[in-house]
């Protein structure tokens, strides 16, 4: 959430900054006019209660025929107080609903342009493999070697679900198992959150009240299935004054996440890369605002860290202020080549949301500069999210043969597999090959 002072005292600069993420200048107006509104509701209300209260003191020392009249004004003061509040109680909720909607602000350095015109390529490193023979895409691959089953994934639940089988399964909590290592390794602690959380911690982090309608959720217990551990990490700390001794504070999670591909339909219905249940590994940072720009460079290493551990090539794109997203005040995406699917795949988006999580959230520490409470900034980033880094592995480690070769970060995992081959007689999951 951005501060309203900031929005009252620069009406023209907001507009300007907003219209580079397609947010409309007479929404700005529309909010602007909502706070007048209550500001004025709630200066009237309060000299309505200074005055009542400073006439109920004089009626003691008034004439019982003027007392009975001074009653009667007070009794019309009362309704029009209680009115007033009911009045002023409804512009508040109008106020705070019109700056749930309001985008962050981009920072002064991100490209401008609408759509994806302005994203750039930062940076690359290593290089794509090239093959002498075709390579498959992830789907074919994960059928002629049992570890996919889109079929039964469907029948259990419907489109846009797949069950991972054998080695598949246990290539994904490989994945898995060393991303967690990795992030330990680069200081963020490990957090086991709850997988539904409530309202108010959706709203925390800005995926409410604007992707309500791309969430799951349990209407009668208030619970919201999160859409990527994000969500829990940020909010653990959520209505609280740290001791700015704790911070940065890292964060790392290995969740399941849940998300309704509404606006997605038509596209990538081929394969795994979309589907409403996936498995990610997410890094969040809670830190002083004057690191946040730095500590965000650090989080897309931190990002960049397990593609090359995976032998993966990757790219950092810059993203440009129509790509940002809702939250973020500056972005970076990882991407890693595909070779099968024949496209760059994002594993990471790492975003610095400045104060605007940390002001929803009500997330401050106490500032040795200045002795106030300051908000924190807020970053987040996949480190990195399922199943695209899945795909990624089968597609550039496929052999001639048919086979996939199992990284050598992750043999340990597996008990020393080297590569995943067809199963034997066609059926019944994929033999493990030392």
């Known amino acids: 959430m951005l501060d309203i002072r900031l929005i009252r005292e620069n009406p023209g ?9 397609g947010f409309p200048a007479e929404e700005v107006d529309r909010l602007l006019a909502s706070d007048a509104r209550r500001r004025k509701l709630q200066h009237d209300l309060d000299e309505m209660r200074a005055r009542r209260t400073r006439e109920s003191k004089e009626l003691g020392k008034m004439a019982p025929e003027e007392r009975e009249a001074r009653r ?31 985008p962050n602000l981009p920072r002064p350095h991100v490209p401008v342009g609408e759509g994806e015109s302005a994203n750039s390529v930062a940076r690359s490193e290593g290089e794509p493999r090239s093959f002498d023979f075709t390579p498959l895409p992830h789907w074919e691959l994960g059928e002629k070697l049992g570890i996919i089953d889109f079929e039964r994934g469907v029948k259990l639940s419907g489109s846009r679900f797949y069950v991972l089988m054998g080695l598949g399964a246990r290539l994904e909590r ?4 060393m991303m967690l290592d990795l992030k330990r390794e680069q200081g963020y602690l490990e957090v086991a959150p709850p997988l539904m959380v409530n309202t108010e911690t959706v709203t925390g982090t800005a995926h409410l009240p604007k992707f309500a ?37 890292y964060l790392t999670a290995y969740t399941p996440c849940f998300r309704r591909e509404k606006m997605s339909a038509g596209r990538d219905v081929r394969g795994i890369k979309r589907s409403h249940q996936f498995d990610k590994v997410e890094m969040v940072k809670l830190v002083r605002p004057e690191d946040s720009d730095a500590e965000l460079e650090a989080l897309v290493e931190n990002a960049c860290e397990v593609c090359r551990r995976l032998g993966l ?3 950092v794109i810059r993203m440009g202020t129509g790509d940002l997203g809702f939250a973020a005040a500056a972005k970076y995406d990882v991407e890693v080549w595909a070779p099968g699917c024949g496209e760059w795949l994002e ?14 959230a009500q997330i401050r520490f106490r500032s040795e500069k200045t002795g106030r409470n300051e908000f924190v900034h807020t ?29 050598s970060v992750l043999r340990p995992y597996l008990d020393g597999v080297e590569a995943i081959t067809a199963p034997a007689g066609g059926s019944g999951g994929a033999r493990l090959s030392r």
């Open 379 to 407: 970053l987040n980033g996949s480190g990195l999210g399922l199943p695209r880094t899945f795909i990624a592995v089968l597609e550039n480690y496929q052999q001639a043969d048919g086979s996939v070769l199992i990284p």
């Open 174 to 177: 490989a994945l898995i198992a």
């Open 313 to 315: 090539a990757f790219r």
């Open 13 to 21: 600069q907001i507009k300007v900054e907003l219209k580079k993420v």
């Open 347 to 360: 594993v990471s988006s790492c975003s610095n949301c400045w104060d605007f999580q940390g002001r929803r």
């Open 213 to 249: 309608d791309t969430m799951y959720r349990d209407i009668e217990e208030d619970y919201w299935f999160i859409p990527t551990a994000e969500v829990p990490l940020t909010n653990l700390y959520a209505r609280e004054i740290l001791d700015p001794a704790r911070l940065p504070i």
């Open 72 to 102: 009667a004004e007070m009794r019309a003061l009362g309704q029009k107080i209680s009115e007033d509040e009911r009045e002023l109680t409804e512009a508040e909720a109008e106020f705070l609903r019109l700056m749930l909607l309001v």
